[in-house]
Structure formats: C-alpha cells, structure tokens
C-alpha cells in the first residue's frame, strides 16, 4: 500500500514540476507589491480619470512616492504617468492607452529591476483577451540616478497576472522575458524573447542563453519547448526588441 502510495506520489510530483515553462526552474526577482489604488472620477468636470497609489518610505531618505495614472475620457488612448515626491510632481509621462475599470486591476510591482540598488517600478494593463491568453500593456519605470524614471512600455501576451523575470545567467541579474504568438508551417506557436535593461533601453539577450524557445499552441496546456522547429530556425524568429515599444 505504502509503495502504491509513493508511485502515485511520484507521478504526480514529477507531471507537477514539468507543467510548467522551461524557465520557470530559475530564480525569480522578488516584488513588493502595493494594490491600495484609489479611483477619482472627474469624468464630468474635467474629462479625466485618475488612479493613485503612494508608497511609503520609497526613496532612500525616506521620501514618498505618489503615481498617479490619468486617463482622459474623451480621447481614450491619451493617458499620463503622474510621478509625485512628497506631493510634488517630479515627471509626468505620456501612455497611448487607457487606465479604466476593465483594464486596471492589477498590482503596482516594486523592484530593483537592472540591479542598480534604486527602487523600480512596473505595471501590467490587460487591454483585450483574445482566447489564447490575456494581451497586455507591460510598463516598467526604472529609476534614474537623479531619481526621475525612465519610462519603457511594450505589448505583451500574459497567462496570468504577471510573468516573473528571471536569472538565467545565475550571477543575480535577472532578465526581462516577452511572449509573443508566431505562426510556422500550419500551426502556431508563443515564442519566447530575452532582455536586460542597459543605458536607458532594452537589449536582446537571447544569443547568450539559446533564444527564443517557440512552444506550439494546442488545445490543451503545453509548456515543453517544440521539436517541430530546429533551435536554428527558431532564431529567425528573434525580436529585436519587444513590440509596439514606447521609451520616455
């Protein structure tokens, strides 16, 4: 009985671990993370839209830190980036899409993204779900030495909430992984680029850890990387850089 037991346990340990994506064995960056936005309805008087969140003790002496998203009402793919210190307003970036009710559920994650010891910031805005998983916004605001942001927005395709970065390189710095849907030969298949964030912009990284990785897209859930496409002719399939990029 006890040997049934453990084959059962075995079985199911072993299809656990492998459910899953090639590089979710690596570590992952750790997040703070901060849900308490508040909405502000100005749609009447002001066409405008705001979320705002702030975050305590953010900056090394303790300043805090208040984003605000605006979204105006009358033009919908208008959008700010308020960033406040204290309550005064250090930058204020634009986003060509909508921060509302549908779309803006998710979290506001805080980390050292680029592993330069200053607090970063990022965000992921579900804007449509086509069936196949969720297509998203992803904006990250890295934080520049005089402690304004650098603001780098893509689209994405997201199973869930968020998509972890990860160390690939086992040296702590963790990289940025996008998602994107190809279709090769008949079928379709998500595709998997790398990037580190370096001098203000994202860099490819796939060469250096043998991406991307193509996964086939079938009707049930797949997570093991195709044989039906040879690591070659997967290269040919590398973005350059993640799409729709935006850099502010």
């Known amino acids: 009985m006890k040997r049934h037991i453990l084959v059962i346990f075995l079985i199911?340990?072993?299809?656990?671990?492998?459910?899953?994506?090639?590089f979710e064995q690596l570590d992952t960056l750790k997040y703070q993370t901060y849900s308490n936005w508040i909405e502000y309805d100005w749609s009447e008087k002001k066409h405008t839209i705001h979320h705002t969140l702030t975050i305590k003790d953010f900056y090394e002496n303790h300043d805090p830190l208040t984003i605000q998203l605006?979204?105006?009402?009358?033009?919908?793919?208008?959008?700010?980036?308020?960033?406040?210190?204290?309550?005064?307003e250090i930058q204020k970036v634009f986003e060509a899409m909508p921060f509302l009710g549908y779309n803006f559920w998710g979290p506001l994650?805080?980390?050292?993204f680029n592993g330069d010891s200053l607090k970063d910031l990022k965000l992921?805005?579900?804007?449509?779900?086509?069936?196949?998983?969720?297509?998203?916004?992803?904006?990250?605001?890295?934080?520049?030495?005089?402690?304004?942001?650098?603001?780098i927005s893509f689209d994405d395709n997201l199973e869930n909430g968020n998509r972890?970065?990860?160390?690939?390189?086992?040296?702590?710095?963790?990289?940025?992984?996008?998602?994107?849907?190809n279709g090769y030969e008949g079928h379709n298949y998500w595709t998997f680029d790398l990037f580190n964030y370096e001098n203000g912009k994202l860099i490819?990284?796939?060469?250096?850890?043998?991406?991307?990785?193509?996964?086939?897209f079938l009707n049930r859930?797949?997570?093991?990387?195709?044989?039906?496409?040879?690591?070659?002719?997967?290269?040919?399939?590398?973005?350059n850089l993640p799409e729709a990029i935006d850099t502010r």
Request: net charge positive; glycine share 4%; hydrophobic share 35%.
């Open 124 to 151: 992921n805005i579900t804007y449509m779900s086509n069936g196949l998983g969720m297509r998203s916004r992803i904006i990250y605001l890295f934080q520049t030495p005089n402690n304004n942001f650098k603001k």
């Open 70 to 88: 605006s979204t105006s009402t009358i033009k919908w793919d208008s959008s700010y980036i308020r960033i406040f210190r204290n309550k005064d």
């Open 221 to 239: 859930r797949n997570f093991k990387i195709t044989d039906k496409i040879s690591s070659e002719k997967m290269k040919g399939f590398k973005l």
């Open 164 to 181: 972890n970065e990860r160390d690939f390189g086992h040296n702590g710095k963790f990289e940025i992984i996008t998602m994107t849907l």
């Open 204 to 216: 490819n990284v796939d060469d250096e850890f043998d991406y991307p990785i193509m996964i086939q």
């Open 109 to 112: 994650l805080v980390s050292d």
């Open 12 to 22: 199911f340990f072993s299809s656990t671990i492998s459910a899953q994506y090639p």
